[in-house]
Nanobody, 120 residues
Framework: VQLVESGGGLVQAGGSLRLSCAAS????????IGWFRQVPGKERGGVAC????????YYIDSVKGRFTISSDNAKNTLYLQMNSLKPEDTAVYYC??????????????WGQGTLVTVSS
C-alpha cells in the first residue's frame, strides 16, 4: 500500500492550496480516509475525515468553512482544498486511510507527508 501526497508549498496568508493523495495497492472506496497535520514539536492531529458508514464528513473546528475534503473513487485520490489559509495552518500534512469504515478509530496506512507553509 502506498499513499503519495502532493500539492504542498509556500503560500501567503489568505491564499489557497489543494493537496492530493493518490493511493496504490489500496482502494479508498469503502474505507474511512482523512487528512492529518503535524507541527514540529507537537503531536499529529486530525484535520478532516470522510466516514464510509454514512458519508459523514468531519472537520476540526479551526478549519471549518475554509477546508474541504473530497475523494474521487474513480481516480482513487483524496483531496484537501484549503482556502483562506492562516499562518497557524503551517504544518506537514498527511493523508491516511483506515482498514475500516469509521473515522476516529485509528488509521492503518499513511502517506509520507507534504509541507504547507503559510507566510504572514
Amino acid at each position: 500500500v502506498q499513499l503519495v501526497e502532493s500539492g504542498g508549498g509556500l503560500v501567503q496568508a489568505g491564499g489557497s492550496l489543494r493537496l492530493s493523495c493518490a493511493a496504490s495497492g489500496f482502494t479508498f472506496d469503502g474505507h474511512a480516509i482523512g487528512w492529518f497535520r503535524q507541527v514540529p514539536g507537537k503531536e499529529r492531529g486530525g484535520v478532516a475525515c470522510i466516514s464510509r458508514v454514512d458519508g459523514t464528513i468531519y472537520y476540526i473546528d479551526s478549519v471549518k468553512g475554509r477546508f474541504t475534503i473530497s475523494s474521487d473513487n474513480a481516480k482513487n485520490t483524496l483531496y484537501l482544498q484549503m482556502n483562506s489559509l492562516k499562518p497557524e495552518d503551517t504544518a506537514v500534512y498527511y493523508c491516511a486511510a483506515s482498514g475500516g469504515s469509521r473515522c476516529g478509530y485509528g488509521m492503518d496506512f499513511w502517506g509520507q507527508g507534504t509541507l504547507v507553509t503559510v507566510s504572514s
